[in-house]
């Protein structure tokens, strides 16, 4: 499975700090308590793991820390056999350390082109709303990214690819965002991927969140999106506008968005034509990795190797990878499938 070659589209950089970084990192800046380890631990919703994110977002204080925290998240997404990844850094929560947004997004930058010249692995960033920060700071990011696409590189490619929707659905509904993403993803360059369809506090808004992603934010690709199954409305506006679900499968069990992990949508959303991709989203939270997912939906999810292999293949195809990358793996992912 770790052969298989792999493109990570739902990563929280923050959120997949190692736990022994944390660990470091707050002995180093003598930031305490160090918050409990809640890996594999289910959770009622967002709030339930805050400490831990913020914590990770709360010991990035020198340039030294990002530089880790980044190769650390390249290294770990090559022992999972991923060849490119599109990391979404919560930088709002600590950019007042390293000089305001900009400067910030250009650390995270230089970070990137460092880690994957060690690597060998990919990296392009997502610059993401958090939904309770509200408008004004949404179109404030909306600017910064217009600015970074004219000005910042990894490896001499554009360094921003994605402009996401992160935190809490329950009231934020995607409809305020708007103006910002229309001034982000305006030119084309930057592609809209929200986060819809993970947690709703209301049977149905789950749904209506994905159509609203889509149909508001002009989603090309979606975090999670899984609240879409069984909504005919929803699952027909995914096949027709071929949005792709960035799916997380051990992150919706422990936030009980599934009841099992043998109950999830995945294979049934990919069997409906549904382009869907494979994401670890916070290893620190969950005690997961990309090639842990692709276990899991192997030996829990039930998916055989053709379906596996579909879902690495819309990794790089709904990807902002170069094309000549893309084709260089969707051509290695054929011949894993012919020997497997």
């Given at each position: 499975?770790?052969?298989?070659?792999?493109?990570?589209?739902h990563?929280?950089?923050e959120?997949?700090?190692?736990?022994?970084?944390?660990?470091?990192?707050?002995q180093?800046h003598?930031?305490?308590?160090?918050?409990e380890?809640?890996?594999?631990?289910?959770?009622?919703?967002?709030?339930?793991?805050?400490?831990?994110?913020l914590?990770?977002?709360?010991?990035?204080?020198?340039?030294?820390?990002?530089?880790?925290?980044?190769?650390?998240?390249?290294?770990?997404?090559?022992?999972?056999?991923?060849?490119w990844?599109e990391?979404?850094?919560?930088?709002?929560?600590?950019?007042?350390?390293?000089?305001?947004?900009?400067?910030?997004?250009?650390?995270?930058?230089k970070?990137a082109?460092?880690?994957?010249?060690?690597?060998?692995?990919?990296i392009?960033?997502?610059?993401?709303?958090?939904?309770?920060?509200?408008?004004?700071?949404?179109?404030?990011?909306?600017?910064?990214?217009?600015?970074?696409?004219?000005?910042?590189?990894?490896c001499?490619?554009?360094?921003?690819?994605g402009?996401?929707?992160?935190?809490?659905?329950?009231?934020?509904?995607?409809a305020?965002?708007q103006?910002?993403?229309?001034?982000?993803?305006?030119?084309y360059?930057?592609?809209?991927?929200?986060?819809?369809?993970?947690?709703?506090?209301?049977?149905?808004?789950?749904?209506?969140s994905?159509?609203?992603?889509?149909?508001?934010?002009?989603?090309?690709?979606?975090?999670?999106?899984?609240?879409?199954y069984?909504?005919?409305?929803?699952?027909?506006?995914?096949?027709?506008?071929?949005?792709?679900?960035?799916?997380?499968?051990?992150?919706?069990?422990?936030?009980?968005?599934?009841?099992?992990?043998?109950?999830?949508?995945?294979?049934?959303?990919?069997?409906r034509?549904?382009?869907?991709?494979?994401?670890?989203?916070?290893?620190?939270?969950?005690g997961?990795?990309?090639?842990?997912?692709?276990?899991?939906?192997?030996?829990?999810?039930?998916?055989?190797?053709?379906?596996?292999?579909?879902?690495?293949?819309?990794?790089f195809e709904?990807?902002?990878?170069?094309?000549?990358?893309?084709?260089?793996?969707l051509?290695?992912?054929?011949?894993?499938?012919?020997s497997?």
């Amino acid at each position: 499975m770790r052969s298989l070659p792999k493109a990570e589209l739902h990563l929280h950089l923050e959120g997949a700090m190692r736990r022994s970084t944390l660990v470091d990192l707050c002995q180093k800046h003598q930031i305490s308590p160090v918050p409990e380890d809640k890996a594999q631990q289910r959770f009622d919703g967002f709030g339930a793991f805050v400490d831990v994110y913020l914590a990770s977002c709360e010991c990035l204080r020198e340039p030294e820390d990002i530089f880790r925290l980044m190769l650390e998240v390249a290294q770990d997404a090559q022992e999972s056999g991923a060849t490119w990844i599109e990391v979404a850094p919560s930088f709002s929560f600590y950019a007042d350390r390293f000089g305001g947004p900009f400067q910030t997004l250009a650390l995270l930058a230089k970070a990137a082109e460092k880690a994957e010249q060690t690597t060998g692995v990919g990296i392009a960033l997502i610059v993401s709303i958090e939904r309770q920060l509200g408008t004004k700071a949404a179109e404030d990011l909306a600017a910064l990214v217009q600015k970074a696409t004219g000005e910042l590189t990894i490896c001499g490619r554009q360094a921003v690819v994605g402009f996401g929707l992160h935190g809490p659905e329950e009231g934020f509904p995607p409809a305020p965002f708007q103006k910002a993403f229309e001034k982000a993803c305006g030119s084309y360059k930057v592609k809209s991927v929200p986060h819809a369809g993970e947690i709703a506090p209301f049977p149905g808004d789950g749904a209506k969140s994905v159509i609203d992603a889509i149909n508001v934010l002009r989603a090309h690709r979606l975090g999670h999106g899984v609240l879409a199954y069984g909504n005919d409305e929803a699952m027909e506006l995914l096949l027709k506008q071929e949005v792709c679900l960035d799916v997380c499968p051990s992150s919706n069990f422990f936030l009980k968005v599934v009841p099992t992990l043998e109950s999830h949508p995945l294979p049934k959303m990919v069997e409906r034509g549904i382009p869907c991709t494979i994401n670890a989203d916070d290893p620190l939270l969950f005690g997961c990795d990309l090639l842990g997912e692709y276990q899991v939906c192997r030996d829990k999810l039930q998916m055989d190797d053709s379906t596996l292999a579909k879902c690495a293949k819309s990794s790089f195809e709904h990807s902002c990878a170069p094309d000549d990358l893309k084709t260089k793996n969707l051509r290695a992912i054929d011949q894993w499938l012919a020997s497997s």
